[in-house]
C-alpha cells in the first residue's frame, strides 16, 4: 500500500491561509442561500411554473451531495488546492451564467454548478491538517466548520436588500465578484498540500454513488410535491436502494474506492456519520421554522408578519455567535475531547428548542432560540471534522470528510421533508389561504429537540481518544473489519 507524505510541520503562509481558506467557506453558504428571497418573484420573472422554479433549489442540493464525495477524493488524490480551485471556478461560472440569463433552464443548470462548491469546507479543512501544526489545528478546523452558518445568515439579509432595491442579476454579478475573489485568494494565499493517496479514480463507483444519491435526495426533497405514495417517489426510493446496495458492495471489492469503507466500520468514523446525519436534521429545522413562523401574517395570532429582509436579520444573531463560539468550541475539544464537544453541541440545540417551545410569540425570545440553537451547531459542527481527523489516515482526510459533509446533506433534506410534513398536516384558513399553527411549529420544534438528544447520545458512544491521529494502524484496523465483513458476507 502507497504511504501518504509526511504532513509538514509548520505552515508556509499562515493567518492568511486561515482567512482565505475561511473567506471560501462562507462565501459557499452564502452561494447556496441567495436564491430564497427571489423564489416567489422567479415564476413571474421567468415565466416558469412554482414547481420548475424550485428546481433551483434542488439542483443545488443534489450536485452538491454527489460532488461533495467525489471531489473529495479527487482531492485526496491529484492535490486539494487543485480541486478548491476547480470547486471555487465552477461556482463563479454558475454564477455568471445566473446573471446573464432569466430562462429557468439555464437558472436551474447554473445552480446545479454552483452546487461543486459544498466541496469546499472539506476540502479547507483538509488543506488545514496538512498545512498546521497541531496546536493551530482545532481552532483554524473549528473556524472552517463555523463559516457555514456564518455565510447562511450573512446570505439571507444580502439577497434580500439587493432584490428590494435592485435588479435580481445584481445578486448574481455581485455574488460573481465575490467568486472571483475567492479564486484569486486561493491561488494566492494556498500552497499545494503534498499530502496525496495516488490510485486510479473509481469512476464506477463515482456513477453509482451519483445515481443512487441523485434519485435518495430527489425523493426526498420532491416527496410532499409529488406525494409520499406516488410511484414515482417509491421508485426513487426502491432505485435509491438497489443502487447503493450495489455501489456498497463494489466499493468494498475495489482496490482503490471512491470512498473507503472499510473506515466505516471502525466506530469512531461510523458513528461520527451517524451523528453528522442526526446533528444537520436537528440544526436544519431551526432555519427553515424560524424563517416561516416570523414572517406569518399577523392575522395567525401568532405570526408577526416580518419581511424577508427582517426575516434575515432575526437570524443574523446566531451567524455572528457561531463565529464568535468556534474559538470555544476548539478548546473544549482540546481538553475533553471532540465527542464531549459534539454531545455537548447537540445538547444545546436541544435546549435551543425547549425554548422555541416555550415562546415562539415574542420576537426577542424568538431570537434566542435561534441564537442558543446557533451556538449549539456552532460546537457540534466544529467537533464533527476534528472527529474525523482524528480517525482516518491523512491521505484521505478530503473524501472522508467529504462524506461527513454529505450525511448533514441528507440530515438537512429529510429535515425539510419532515417539517414540511408536519406543517402541512397542521394548517388553518387565514384570509382564505392555508396556513401553519403555533402547534404545528412547535411539533417542527419538539421532532428536531428529540433528534438533537439522540445526536448527543450518539457522540458519547464515540469511543474516546487514544492518541491516533489518522495512524496507519486506524487504516490496518479498518481494513481487517472490512475482510472480516466480507468474509461473514
Not at 461560472?93 to 446573471?99: D, E, L, N, Q, R
Request: proline share 6%; with cysteine.
Amino acid at each position: 500500500m502507497d504511504q501518504p507524505a509526511p504532513i509538514p510541520d509548520a505552515p508556509t503562509r499562515g493567518r492568511p491561509t486561515i482567512a482565505v481558506l475561511a473567506f471560501g467557506g462562507i462565501l459557499m453558504a452564502v452561494m447556496q442561500t441567495v436564491v430564497v428571497p427571489l423564489l416567489p418573484d422567479l415564476p413571474r420573472l421567468t415565466g416558469a411554473s412554482a414547481g420548475a422554479v424550485s428546481w433551483t433549489v434542488t439542483a443545488t442540493l443534489l450536485s452538491g451531495a454527489v460532488l461533495t464525495p467525489v471531489l473529495g477524493r479527487a482531492g485526496d488524490m491529484y492535490g486539494k488546492r487543485r480541486v478548491l480551485l476547480a470547486a471555487l471556478g465552477l461556482m463563479t461560472a454558475g454564477s455568471v451564467m445566473c446573471a446573464l440569463t432569466s430562462d429557468i433552464g439555464v437558472l436551474i443548470l447554473a445552480r446545479a454548478l454552483q452546487g461543486a462548491a459544498a466541496s469546499v469546507v472539506p476540502l479547507s479543512i483538509s488543506i488545514l491538517r496538512d498545512e498546521l501544526p497541531p496546536e493551530r489545528r482545532g481552532s483554524a478546523v473549528a473556524l472552517m466548520s463555523s463559516t457555514v452558518g456564518v455565510g447562511a445568515a450573512l446570505g439571507l439579509p444580502l439577497a434580500a436588500l439587493v432584490v428590494q432595491y435592485a435588479d435580481w442579476h445584481t445578486m448574481f454579478w455581485l455574488t460573481s465578484a465575490l467568486g472571483a475573489i475567492g479564486v484569486a485568494g486561493v491561488w494566492w494565499a494556498v500552497d499545494e498540500s503534498p499530502v496525496r493517496e495516488p490510485g486510479r479514480f473509481d469512476v464506477l463507483g463515482a456513477l453509482g454513488l451519483a445515481l443512487g444519491l441523485t434519485s435518495l435526495l430527489l425523493g426526498v426533497s420532491q416527496g410532499g410535491q409529488w406525494g409520499w405514495d406516488s410511484p414515482r417517489v417509491l421508485g426513487l426510493f426502491l432505485g435509491a436502494a438497489v443502487v447503493l446496495a450495489l455501489w456498497w458492495w463494489q466499493q468494498l471489492r475495489t482496490a482503490r474506492p471512491l470512498v473507503d469503507l472499510r473506515l466505516v466500520f471502525l466506530p469512531r468514523v461510523g458513528l461520527s456519520h451517524v451523528a453528522a446525519l442526526l446533528t444537520g436534521f436537528a440544526f436544519y429545522a431551526n432555519s427553515l421554522v424560524t424563517a416561516q413562523l416570523v414572517q406569518a401574517p399577523e392575522a395567525t395570532g401568532y405570526g408577526l408578519g416580518l419581511s424577508i429582509v427582517a426575516t434575515g436579520l432575526c437570524l443574523l444573531p446566531g451567524g455572528v455567535t457561531m463565529l464568535l463560539f468556534s474559538p470555544l468550541s476548539a478548546r473544549i475539544s482540546a481538553a475533553r475531547g471532540p465527542r464531549i464537544t459534539l454531545a455537548l453541541g447537540a445538547a444545546v440545540i436541544a435546549c435551543g428548542y425547549a425554548v422555541r417551545i416555550a415562546d415562539s410569540r415574542d420576537l426577542w425570545m424568538i431570537i434566542l432560540g435561534a441564537t442558543v440553537v446557533a451556538t449549539g451547531t456552532t460546537l457540534a459542527y466544529s467537533a464533527l471534522p476534528t472527529l474525523i481527523l482524528r480517525a482516518v489516515p491523512a491521505g484521505q482526510t478530503a473524501s472522508a470528510n467529504g462524506v461527513n459533509v454529505l450525511m448533514r446533506t441528507i440530515g438537512q433534506a429529510t429535515s425539510s421533508a419532515a417539517v414540511a410534513a408536519v406543517l402541512v398536516h397542521h394548517t388553518s384558513t387565514v384570509d382564505g389561504a392555508p396556513v401553519p399553527t403555533l402547534h404545528g411549529y412547535l411539533l417542527a420544534f419538539a421532532m428536531a429537540g428529540v433528534v438533537a438528544l439522540v445526536a448527543s447520545a450518539a457522540a458519547l458512544s464515540i469511543p474516546g481518544d487514544r492518541g491516533t491521529d489518522g495512524t496507519q494502524e486506524a487504516h490496518d484496523r479498518a481494513r481487517g473489519a472490512r475482510d472480516q465483513a466480507m468474509e461473514g458476507a
